[in-house]
């Protein structure tokens, strides 16, 4: 009688950290697309400065988003067999159809709603902003209606991404971690705080004599983290105990993991309790309430990126075909560190030149709105 050692070799991650950030980004995309058209339905109740930060956090979403996705494909040139070798019951073939379209459709919906504001930079100083305005491409009206309309077909585009991006690895049998309903639920729920968390950083950016948020903008955006997070608190024990080879809570590690991100989750929470109320008039207390959205923005967008981060890359860890964990180290290449501060750092610059499209809220309303806004 032998016994025969079986050695498994050093494999490579299936998925990359470029593989988070896409998925980080472009939820917060289809997320924002979503928050965007409830704002519109109530503008009565919302702020145009809401709006525009939301349709900022959509368009730019859907423009870093898929550029992390040429990062996860190792070299971008392999984008292009995905429509030279159509396979329709690959869910990543599908998303190389829904993807481009979410895309332009986010730029073009955050073009229209914001036409007026480019409009009004042709009266600004200088050579640079008055040339911007050129892109509004005349002064012509479109109409709510058309608005709404123009929102609501982003919006269903938006849902096809969060569809393919949850199915493309929930359909991985090899992972019971993944290959459950839980874990594109998850996904498609925390993307919502990641809208949150960039909406409200595009908000501190956008030039104001005012800044605090309305009655409604609190309201959309408190309720938006509350919902989103005791939905992520629901769902990440069920996500967890749907491992049919190893249990997570059994070990020490996945139990700090686990209690991690219910400490962050729980976090912003209790920020958004505290900070998205209503404040008073004063300056320390809009200074208070400036600092306040700050953190609220800070641990929404860490309470999004940890789940997908825990979900996505720790998860590759867990041996298949053993036991215990194979943890690895976060290198400082492309792939790595550098990789995850660059694109945040692009997704900064976008959102620096977007929040110089929209002006402050002139003392005397304009006569005319490209939207029929009853607020801008």
Known sequence: MNITEVLVQPQAMAWLPWAVQYFFYIGSAYAAAVLFLIALLFEKHTSHRLRAALVLTLAIGAIVGPLALTGDLHQPGRAWHFYAHITPWSWMSLGSLFLPVFSGLAVITAWLYLRQDLIKLRDQPGKVLPLISKLSLGEWVLSRRAMLMVSAI???????????????????????????????????????????????????????????????????????????????????????????????????????NIALLTFVVLGCILLAFIFLRDTQKSASARFRHVIGLGFVSASALVSAWLIRWFTIMEVQTIAKFDAGLYPYQLTMDGNGWIGIIGMLGLWLALALLGSELVQPKQDIEANASSLTLTER
Do not use: C
């Open 154 to 256: 982003t919006v269903l585009s938006g849902l096809t991404i969060a569809v393919y991006t949850g199915a493309e690895i929930a359909v991985v049998k090899s992972r019971s971690l993944w290959h459950q309903p839980a874990s594109p639920i998850l996904w498609f729920v925390t993307a919502f705080m990641g809208a949150v968390g960039f909406s409200l950083l595009i908000w501190l950016l956008l030039p104001s004599q005012s800044k605090t948020l309305t009655s409604g903008d609190t309201n959309l955006l408190k309720k938006s983290v509350v919902t989103s997070g005791v939905l992520t608190l629901i769902l990440l024990p069920i996500w967890a105990s749907n491992n049919s080879t190893f249990s997570l809570y059994s070990s020490e590690q996945w139990m700090h």
